[in-house]
């Protein structure tokens, strides 16, 4: 996402990570990461391209937290299962799961 670099981003994300569809509206999903070993992983309830997703993040999540993150999927099909939220319109089958846990103390 090269949250900390606005002038980039875009090209960065098309031309070398090979971003699908970075205009279109789709639901889309980042994995957020930073000095303080957390991990975030967004998801977005509604469609909107990739700029507004990440203009989003650098609003609500980044501000002062120098997070940095990735974008994943974009064809418009993330989805979520956690205790405090769960995307419950995509029936598609997952090929690649991300599964973010916490089992050992770091």
Same mark, same amino acid.
């Given at each position: %996402? ?5 002038? !980039?981003?875009?090209?960065?994300? +098309?031309?070398? @990570? =090979? %971003? ?6 789709? *639901? ?14 967004? !998801? !977005?309830? *509604?469609?909107? *391209? ?7 993040? =650098? $609003?609500?999540? @980044?501000?002062?937290? =120098?997070? $940095? ?7 418009? +099909?993330?989805? %979520? =299962?956690?205790? $405090?939220?769960?995307? *419950?319109?995509? #029936?598609?089958? %997952?090929? #690649?799961?991300?599964? +973010?846990?916490?089992? +050992?103390?770091?």
């Amino acid at each position: %996402m090269n949250l900390q670099n606005d002038s !980039t981003w875009l090209n960065q994300a +098309v031309n070398v @990570e =090979k %971003m699908y569809n970075p205009d279109g509206k789709v *639901t889309r999903s980042g994995l957020l990461y930073g000095a303080s070993l957390n991990l975030y992983l967004i !998801t !977005t309830p *509604t469609s909107c *391209t990739s700029a507004a997703f990440r203009a989003a993040i =650098k $609003e609500k999540v @980044e501000p002062s937290n =120098k997070l $940095e993150g990735i974008f994943l999927d974009g064809a418009g +099909v993330p989805q %979520m =299962k956690c205790p $405090e939220y769960r995307t *419950t319109d995509q #029936t598609r089958i %997952m090929p #690649t799961i991300l599964r +973010v846990s916490h089992n +050992v103390d770091l």
